[in-house]
């Protein structure tokens, strides 16, 4: 039977940017839920406050916790609000849950300064009944786990961390192994199997007792009682040894995070330098706009007068034209005239040569009076202008600004718009720089040798750790030899114990082997599962299957049988993905994926494949990603209605970003 | 897990591997007391004891029966 | 016409000086010369009288300031009684100033739209300036 957890909504307020009360809707089971932020506006801040609701945990980089003073909203914080909440609205195992957690300043502290300053609150309501203490962690218990978590709720940190187990397979965490068999169902008989051997060394200690008292098994019972003291002290210096290792292994992860994040500053430099460009490309452009405006202001005075221009321009067109008219009678009779006089002087006819009569004399000088009368009638010329200049003037004015001025105001937008865009992206460069400076280089020498000093622990600690294991085991065989002896020879009191001895070993052992087998059969599940999603996932077609070891490394196998020995960061993460398909699979709890920038390192092919994949990958899935990791149009045409909400983090200021559901994101 | 059905079907695998001297029976009974208290270690203990005792002394009588 | 008599040089008070340089940095003019017959054509089209006022400094020649002539025969076309159309254009520049000065924003700058807005008639939108304004 799988319990299976569905989210439905989360509201969060003053968490990280995300300023005042904001929310988004999960997308219903079999549908995905995208939601695009570019980077240091939100995204893995998201991620962090669905695993604070769930878990009460905010990781950072590393996997180190984060600070929860810092966590509250900053802008909030300049305003005298201090601290943040987290409400979780989910289905799980057939009842309804509002989880509701947060941080807030103690009564007595006015202005938080650290974490101390603050008192953190849950409250659960199942089916509209709030529950009370006992109730709460046991629900919680049985929700989610930390150790689980890291299969639900995971960025591609942590994607990373398990691609690098899956690579050295002898380095799996014990608890990564510990955590895949908890979410396998598999704690139940490990936890029988333990108290029965925890119960062994009871029946044991009342073997002994029963010892003590005869005089033939008293010798034995004393060297049976300084075994189990030896035993004692190596079991404590095991779990001594254990946690230690443990501890290590956690900060040399963390060591191992912190110098990953300083590679990052070379991600940021590339994006301030992109940045840097595109402000070069703007500002060239607002000058290139401002030439384009004070070309077109030179001619604003035209612009201004225009309506006045336009009325002399026709006022004078009149006279310029009944002028200019004139010019061009006087230049067309110019001939005439010029025929006539001749004529008149010669007494003979210009055109026929013949000999003029008086009559046609008189005609001719008639003629060549009218002719000079009008020229002199009709001369219009203005007296205090010449008709050249106003011929020059109206050349002159005769462009038509109003024509241009809605040109200008396209302009003087742009500019405006451009002015803003320059401004924001100073202040995103100025983020950028700020980030890129706390990344102090003097900082990568100091954690290398931190993480050398705390390898060379670790090794230290594992040797330990296995002379304490030799000496349990060599005391354990003492034991049994002793236990055995005193079987043969002691008392009925020390038989009726040692047959409870034997039983309690039986029953061990039928749990032991169970454990054993369905380990087994988990881990050819989770091997057949994987396997299906890595083919899915994979561009390479000459890919065979996985094949799993006994703790849960995963390999590539050539469809030839051969180990590929050797993978791309590519393939490594397809191999994690497909692990944790196959988990979710397998697990007795059916829960939600998060996962933050997935794929960040992958190429188009396989972006392409994962997309198709995801809701197979679990029953809900939700995406936090970046513009350049996926093109929204791509993920709505590759997921196909399989879309069921779309948010996008849209920044307000350095400091406040509002998540906004995007338009048409409505698919359900 | 405190469901049935998840109950049984641990069960079922457990009883794939039975030892031949060890009964259903006492299985079950261990099974049960994990599942029920998954907490408190030294009353599962106890209780855990308690079982294993009652099968020595019943399997003590049934063979000083038998003899 | 006693264009013998008519100024060669145009001049401006340091107070308009102030207001035309106002408007020179706050609105993408090329030069101050732009601005200045944006006063004057202003001056007219609000019929403001002439300003009278001296201190003037010597700051533009006329040949720079009005190149192609088409300042000196638009005067003498609008104002056919005045016979010395740069005198003119001078007075006019000075009460156009003012008037701009006047349009100056409450961070003192000179805002173009504004201005445009504000030159245009009430009923006329031919230019879109309404829309533009509200956008």
């Avoid at chain 2, 994990?34 to 270690?41: E, K």
């Amino acid at each position: 039977m799988r319990y299976v957890l569905v989210l439905n909504k989360l509201e969060i307020e003053d968490f990280g940017p995300f300023k005042d009360v904001q929310e988004m809707r999960f997308a219903k089971p079999g549908k995905v839920c995208i939601v695009y932020g570019e980077n240091m506006r939100g995204k893995t801040t998201l991620l962090n406050a669905i695993r604070y609701a769930i878990l009460g945990q905010i990781i950072g980089r590393g996997f180190r916790d984060e600070s929860i003073h810092e966590t509250g909203n900053w802008e909030s914080a300049e305003q005298g609000k201090f601290g943040f909440r987290t409400t979780l609205w989910f289905d799980f195992d057939g009842s309804s849950f509002e989880l509701i957690r947060g941080c807030r300043p103690r009564k007595e502290v006015k202005q938080p300064e650290n974490d101390t300053d603050y008192e953190e609150y849950v409250d659960i309501v199942r089916d509209g009944k709030v529950l009370g203490p006992e109730e709460r962690k046991e629900a919680l218990r049985r929700v989610m786990s930390p150790e689980t978590a890291r299969f639900f709720l995971f960025d591609a940190e942590l994607l990373q961390q398990y691609e690098e187990l899956l690579r050295d397979p002898a380095k799996m965490g014990r608890q990564i192994r510990e955590a895949i068999e908890r979410i396998l169902g598999v704690p139940v008989l490990t936890g029988a199997r333990a108290r029965l051997f925890d119960a062994e060394k009871d029946i044991q200690q009342d073997i002994n007792k029963a010892a003590k008292k005869s005089s033939d098994t008293n010798k034995l019972a004393t060297a049976q009682t300084q075994c189990f003291e030896i035993r004692t002290q190596a079991d404590k210096d095991i779990t001594d040894y254990q946690a230690k290792l443990s501890g290590l292994e956690d900060h040399q992860q963390s060591l191992r995070g912190h110098l990953d994040r300083l590679g990052d500053v070379s991600i940021l430099q590339s994006e301030r330098d992109s940045l840097k460009q595109e402000m070069q490309h703007l500002r060239d452009d607002l000058l290139l706009k401002a030439d384009n405006i004070r070309q077109l202001n030179a001619n604003l005075w035209l612009w201004v007068l225009e309506p006045k221009i336009e009325y002399l321009r026709g006022s004078l067109s009149a006279e310029t034209g009944d002028w200019l008219k004139h010019q061009v009678y006087l230049e067309m009779n110019k001939e005439l005239l010029g025929r006539c006089r001749e004529g008149l002087k010669s007494g003979t006819c210009s055109l026929c040569k013949t000999e003029l009569s008086d009559s046609a004399t008189e005609v001719l000088k008639s003629q060549i009076a009218e002719i000079e009368l009008s020229a002199k009638e009709t001369n219009p010329e203005p007296e205090s202008l010449q008709v050249e200049q106003l011929v020059h003037w109206k050349a002159a004015t005769s462009v038509r600004v109003s024509s241009q001025i809605p040109f200008l105001l396209a302009l003087l937008h742009d500019i405006e718009d451009m002015r803003i865009a320059v401004a924001e992206a100073e202040e995103k460069q100025r983020d950028l720089d700020r980030e890129i400076r706390s990344r102090d280089r003097s900082d990568a020498r100091k954690t290398w040798s931190d993480l050398e000093t705390t390898q060379k622990e670790i090794g230290v600690l594992e040797e330990s750790l296995e002379e304490s294991q030799k000496k349990l085991s060599e005391t354990e065989g003492r034991l049994e030899e002793i236990g055995q002896k005193l079987a043969r020879i002691g008392s009925p009191e020390v038989a009726f114990h040692t047959h409870r001895l034997e039983a309690c070993k039986a029953l061990h052992d039928v749990f032991n082997q169970a454990v054993v087998e369905l380990r087994d059969e988990l881990r050819e599940e989770v091997e057949k599962d994987a396997t299906g999603v890595f083919l899915r996932l994979t561009t390479e077609p000459d890919y065979g299957n996985l094949q799993i070891n006994e703790n849960y490394g995963l390999q590539i196998v050539h469809k030839d049988g051969h180990v590929i020995p050797v993978r791309s960061a590519g393939a490594e993460h397809i191999v994690a993905l497909s692990l944790i398909a196959a988990l979710q699979k397998n697990s007795s709890v059916s829960g939600p994926i998060v996962m933050d920038s997935p794929f960040g390192r992958l190429d188009s092919g396989h972006t392409d494949r994962i997309m198709r994949s995801l809701p197979d990958l679990a029953d809900q899935v939700t995406l936090l990603v970046y513009k350049s990791e996926i093109d929204r149009d791509l993920a709505i045409d590759t997921l196909r209605g399989k879309i069921g909400h779309e948010y996008k983090i849209q920044r307000v200021s350095a400091r406040h970003s509002v998540l906004l559901p995007l338009e048409g994101n409505d698919h359900e | 897990m405190n469901s049935q059905e998840s109950f049984e079907k641990i069960l079922a695998r457990v009883r794939g591997t039975l030892h031949p001297d060890v009964p259903q029976d006492l299985v079950r009974e261990i099974l049960r007391i994990q599942i029920d208290i998954p907490d408190n270690d030294s009353e599962a203990r106890r209780q855990l004891l308690v079982a294993i005792d009652k099968f020595v002394k019943d399997k003590g009588a049934l063979r000083a029966g038998t003899e | 016409m006693s264009s013998a008599q008519d100024k060669t040089v145009i001049a401006v008070t340091p107070e308009t000086e102030e207001i035309l340089k106002c408007v020179e940095d706050s609105a993408s003019f090329g030069d101050r010369m732009d601005v200045a017959k944006l006063a004057m054509s202003v001056a007219i089209m609000k019929n403001l009288s002439p300003a009278k006022s001296s201190g003037r400094n010597t700051r533009w020649n006329v040949g720079g300031f009005d190149k192609d002539g088409a300042i000196n025969i638009t005067l003498r076309l609008l104002f056919p009684s005045e016979e010395q159309p740069y005198r003119l254009a001078e007075d006019l520049i000075e009460a156009g100033a003012k008037y701009l000065n006047d349009l100056l924003q409450v961070d003192s700058k000179f805002h173009l739209l504004t201005f445009l807005k504000d030159m245009c008639p009430e009923d006329d939108d031919t230019i879109g300036l309404e829309k533009a304004a509200t956008d």
